[in-house]
């Protein structure tokens, strides 16, 4: 995600190499150096190691295939994170229109939300269409699962990217860890991108979820949307790994 948007004020800062997902990252820490005056950095055009990996695996689990019911949901951390807004309602939506549902919220949810979690866990635990992840998500339950809900959390993008396939985005607040992100100009990709990658449903109208679902991969023309827009975001696609790898022994053999 966006550098100013998505980590602290200043964290960067005292980098001197910076290896960029895509030119908007480019764009937003040359900004960043302007605005407050900073040392250029050295900017590698890099890539999405992650999105990567997860492209290899795609191509190891072809004969899982589609399971036409199983609804990853995958909430990121913060007071208004979907799971605390409309979390169980969601869960029950989804449940009674006979979807599976594995549900993986952020780590530091577990931490911050131990009543909503306990309570979930009491609710949902004995319905065998219910699945409460607390570590990564199995590859082989992420590559045959039918979609994603989420809010403004990261994984949503690795989804879109590696499936080419539209995330459901619930409209709730986006948590802010730098307040003066306004400072800089560039809007956030997480932001700009949102509504192009998915669809955008507001808390109170998760009751169309269901129709959602059973409507959204009814449109060939979002697959090729969606790579378009994974193209022209991300540098270097199934190649990171090598780029990053040459750049760390070129600075390794420069130090010595």
């Not at 999105?51 to 995958?74: C, R």
Request: with cysteine; glycine share 6%.
């Amino acid at each position: 995600f966006s550098i100013h948007s998505y980590l602290r004020k200043g964290a960067l800062d005292n980098y001197d190499t910076i290896f960029c997902v895509g030119n908007f990252h480019e764009k937003e820490i040359r900004e960043t150096e302007n605005t407050y005056n900073l040392k250029p950095k050295k900017l590698i055009q890099y890539g999405f190691g992650r999105l990567d990996t997860l492209l290899q695996e795609k191509h190891k689990f072809p004969q899982i295939g589609i399971d036409k019911k199983t609804v990853i949901i995958a909430p990121s951390y913060g007071k208004n994170n979907l799971l605390e807004v409309c979390g169980i309602e969601l869960l029950d939506i989804l449940l009674e229109s006979n979807f599976s549902v594995l549900l993986r919220p952020h780590y530091r949810i577990f931490k911050d939300s131990k009543n909503l979690i306990e309570t979930i866990r009491e609710r949902f635990e004995n319905n065998s269409n219910f699945i409460l992840e607390e570590g990564i998500i199995p590859a082989e339950k992420f590559h045959s699962s039918l979609c994603m809900i989420s809010d403004w959390s990261g994984i949503s993008f690795e989804y879109a990217f590696t499936f080419e396939q539209e995330v459901i985005f619930i409209d709730v607040p986006k948590k802010i860890l730098n307040k003066d992100f306004g400072e800089i100009s560039s809007e956030p990709i997480e932001i700009s991108l949102r509504h192009k990658i998915g669809h955008v449903v507001l808390p109170e109208d998760i009751k169309k979820i269901p129709k959602i679902i059973s409507d959204m991969n009814k449109n060939n023309l979002i697959s090729e949307k969606i790579k378009k827009i994974r193209s022209e975001t991300v540098f270097n696609i199934g190649e990171s790994s090598k780029i990053g790898a040459d750049v760390i022994e070129k600075i390794c053999l420069e130090k010595n």
